[in-house]
């Protein structure tokens, strides 16, 4: 059983910068690969970020390419979501999800945190 807690959600202008965590509990954080997802008003819950259990291996799709960087310290058993030049469509409920071997469809993930709200002004 993992236990996944985000924060770091917050309000901030267009082109301004973010940084999420999500800590976990329990044992073996280092055996998931773990991703971001976020989720606006009527809308999909959308791959953001994925990193593989080492870290050597990310994906992102091209929404966030070249703005947002996935991290983790598998010392303190936390992913982060650094978000660069945020505009407007960013605004979502963030989520960090963990899963055993790495993939970018949501279904994949077994373990989800609550979630942490990110809002763009424009």
């Known amino acids: 059983q993992v236990q996944l807690v985000e924060s770091g959600g917050g309000l901030v202008q267009a082109g301004g910068s973010l940084r999420l965590s999500c800590v976990a509990s329990?044992?073996?954080?280092?055996?998931?690969?773990m991703g971001w997802f976020r989720q606006a008003p009527g809308k999909e819950r959308d791959i953001v970020a994925v990193i593989s259990r080492s870290g050597g291996q990310t994906y992102f799709p091209d929404s966030v390419k070249g703005r947002f960087t996935i991290s983790r310290d598998n010392a303190k058993n936390t992913v982060y979501l650094q978000m660069n030049s945020l505009k407007f469509e960013d605004t979502a409920v963030y989520y960090c999800?963990?899963?055993?071997?790495?993939?970018?469809?949501?279904?994949?993930?077994?373990?989800w945190g609550q979630g942490t709200q990110v809002t763009v002004s424009s």
């Open positions: 329990g044992r073996a954080f280092s055996s998931y690969a």
């Open positions: 999800a963990a899963t055993r071997r790495i993939a970018e469809g949501k279904y994949e993930y077994d373990y």
